[in-house]
């Protein structure tokens, strides 16, 4: 094979070829110790082998895979999967080219194959793109090359075997239950983070997704009992969707994963191209905790945009407008007072009236109630010190607003007229999109906001459609598209702005919104033990410095732990108080003394480690949000193994000790270590952290221990 030219800035580890083996057209794909080889053959793109060691296959080894059994005519082998007019589209290609190109990725390179269909006018670029992990991402980019417009009406854009197996690889193995599927198991609201295992049947197992935002975003954990080996899946698409994982030839898995609504899901005009979600997948060797941090390696160096220098980490607190006049104002004091950084004013600034926050979106002009207008709250806050930042629904819209009065057509619906879930607007009209794009725009650049936070409550179902030649056409893939095109302009234009990705909490925690924002709300629903056991969850697949946590944002979750407990779960995402109580309470108290501490822990000795991409380490990976457990336990360091802390949360009545052994220090250093429940101060070798541990006793459910340790230098 050839390699692609190398051009200046591919990533270190990084190399694209493309050639013949025998009759087929081959493309290899190498990145770490990541490598995929794929195949034209009898007109089908079809995968022929992954690598989590970065073993490239001989040439006279390629020629024969797949082999094992597998045949394109028995087994789903393409590596997409795409209909459109209502063909299928897995076969009938021909090869147009391959070249490697530019990524607008920082540091990315792109492979791209190009197709040609034999019957349908339709080319497609199939995309590549590499960052120097081990982890690879692909789209589709589908051009209409015909005279009419082409209706797509589904699409996997990576599809295919995932492992087939030797037999007697491992005769020591589960060989009855070969393959487990990890993923996020409920969608309602408040149960982000509920992870779970789950032996794949012997046949097909298929996940879908039908409220519109789900919140169990889609990410994904093979597991082969046998090698040893786990692949991550992660489809970048804040909508519905589907995943299928198929067990077939009895040693063989195969999977498909992509966007799911009513077809066509999106009409392609002629001489028109659509670029399909993309996803992302790592072939690892390994325990889950290191294969995280494989993962979370990718999601930092291509994925999640990184902060605005000297605003990289930072503690605050927001409200919503609950009175109107200088009750705001009040709660800016307070914030500045307690020792946090910003102060975001949340929902309930807008519109032509006072009242409930919920009844007046889309009305994005500040209402006449603000003390000074939004111009006078920034200034107090600038007065305090403290970053500014404004809330905002852009894609919400409600009955009471100038908005719907003036223009109830921008409502979107579906059968005769038929009211969505939830009242919405419909994006795939251009009207409505300028609407949106000029509220954002209006907030980030008119009240000079330091950072931005947008929300989405809405719940849509299957969705909208709109006609559009001759078709029932989904609206909520356009409506994906204008609010990426829309993120891509303000990440332009403001590039000192920090953006937040909330949706009633984390119901658009997918990679596809996350690379347009810099972090995301764990849940709206905060309350311990729940909040401490979806960050333990979502860190899995996503950096802990990329997670927003809404401190007291339930108003009785202070009766749900201690408040020591309470407190520590703000050290392991960027904390977001709301509010601190009363403003008429007495801020002279344990209460408020305890609280001072806890946001002085966050901005000195844990930020070093949560502003420089921590290492974490899941001491108990497994137990999801609502499972039986004992513990939850998260340990959180620095790479170069000089500080780290963990929260060791105990979730029941059950065992009372836990012995912590530390996995983010270095064997042959020492550390002064701390235990926060005594304020016992003490030096471990790093040995005895790793082997003899620390036994910690808990008696009482819903309590818990902070233990910190910092290497003695010199």
């Known amino acids: 094979m050839k390699n692609s030219e190398i051009e200046k800035g591919v990533p270190e580890g990084v190399q694209i070829a493309f050639g013949r083996s025998g009759e087929r057209e081959v493309a290899r794909y190498v990145s770490a110790l990541m490598v995929r080889e794929e195949a034209l053959e009898h007109t089908r ?128 193995a589960d060989n009855e239950h070969p393959f487990a599927l990890g993923y996020l198991k409920r969608e309602e609201w408040g149960t982000e983070g509920d992870f779970a295992w789950l032996d794949l049947p012997g046949e097909a197992f298929r996940i879908e997704r039908r409220q519109g935002a789900s919140h169990s975003s889609p990410y994904f954990v093979l597991k082969n009992r046998v090698t040893g080996e786990l692949a991550f899946v992660a489809l970048a698409w804040p909508g519905n969707f589907f995943a299928e994982f198929s067990r077939l030839a009895g040693d063989a898995l195969f999977f498909r994963v992509g966007p799911m609504g009513p077809a066509p899901m999106r009409v392609i005009q002629p001489g028109e191209t659509v670029v399909s979600p993309a996803v992302h997948f790592m072939m690892y060797h ?232 810099h972090y995301c709300c764990e849940s709206d629903w905060s309350v311990h033990p729940f909040g401490i056991r979806a960050i333990n969850a979502m860190t899995l697949f996503l950096p802990p410095e990329a997670i927003c946590y809404y401190h007291n944002h339930i108003q009785h979750c202070h009766q749900t732990a201690d408040l020591d407990t309470h407190l520590r779960v703000t050290l392991f995402a960027t904390p977001i108080f709301v509010g601190f109580g009363a403003q008429s309470a007495d801020r002279s108290t344990e209460y408020f003394r305890k609280t001072r501490r806890y946001i002085e822990h966050a901005k000195t000795f844990c930020r070093p480690v949560m502003a420089n991409k921590p290492d974490v380490y899941h001491h108990t990976p497994d137990i999801g949000l609502t499972s039986q457990a004992d513990w939850c336990v998260l340990e959180y360091a620095s790479q170069d193994k000089n500080r780290g802390y963990v929260g060791i949360f105990k979730l029941s009545d059950g065992a009372a000790e836990f012995v912590f052994r530390a996995r983010g220090v270095g064997a042959g250093r020492s550390y002064n270590v701390t235990l926060d429940n005594s304020g016992a101060v003490f030096e471990m070798t790093g040995v005895e952290l790793q082997l003899a541990g620390i036994p910690v006793r808990l008696d009482s459910a819903l309590t818990s221990e902070l233990i910190m340790y910092d290497e003695i230098r010199g």
């Open 45 to 172: 793109l079809i995968g022929l082998y992954w690598s989590a060691t970065g073993h490239v296959h001989r040439e006279n080894v390629v020629k024969d895979i797949p082999g094992g059994g597998l045949n394109s005519l028995y087994h789903p082998l393409h590596v997409f999967e795409l209909e459109i007019d209502g063909q299928s589209l897995h076969n009938r290609w021909e090869w147009a080219g391959a070249y490697q190109r530019e990524s607008e990725r920082l540091g990315c390179v792109e492979a791209v194959v190009e197709l040609k269909h034999q019957v349908r006018p339709i080319r497609l670029n199939v995309v590549t793109r590499l960052d120097g992990t081990s982890v690879m991402v692909r789209w589709l980019e589908i051009t209409n090359e015909g005279k009419h417009s082409a209706a797509l009406s589904h699409v996997s854009p990576w599809s295919g075997v995932v492992w087939k197996m030797e037999p007697n690889i491992n005769p020591a």
């Open 286 to 517: 390994g325990d889950l905790d290191s294969a995280s941090r494989a993962w979370n390696e990718h999601t930092r160096a291509s994925v999640i945009q990184a902060r605005p220098q000297g605003r990289e980490m930072y503690t605050a607190a927001g409200r919503v407008v609950e009175e109107p006049g200088d009750w705001i104002l009040k709660e800016i004091d307070i914030a500045a007072e307690m020792g946090v950084e910003a102060f975001m004013v949340d929902a309930g600034w807008y519109g032509e009236k006072f009242g409930g926050w919920w009844d007046h979106r889309g009305d994005w002009f500040e209402g006449d109630w603000l003390p000074g207008g939004m111009a006078g709250i920034r200034e107090h806050a600038k007065k305090k010190g403290l970053l500014f930042g404004v809330w905002l629904e852009a894609e919400a819209m409600s009955e009471d607003t100038r908005m719907y009065r003036e223009h109830p057509e921008w409502e979107l619906t579906t059968d005769d007229c038929r009211r969505l879930p939830s009242l919405a607007p419909n994006l795939a009209n251009p009207e409505v999109v300028k609407h949106v794009e000029d509220a954002v725009f209006h907030v980030i650049r008119d009240f000079g906001v330091d950072f931005f936070k947008l929300d989405y409550n809405v719940k849509i179902g299957e969705g909208g459609q709109n006609l559009r030649d001759g078709y029932a056409e989904w609206e909520y893939w356009r409506h994906v598209e204008a609010i990426y095109k829309i993120f891509d302009r303000v990440r332009k234009e403001f590039p000192d702005v920090v953006l937040e990705n909330c949706a009633a909490g984390g119901a658009r925690n997918d990679l596809g919104m996350l690379s347009r924002f």
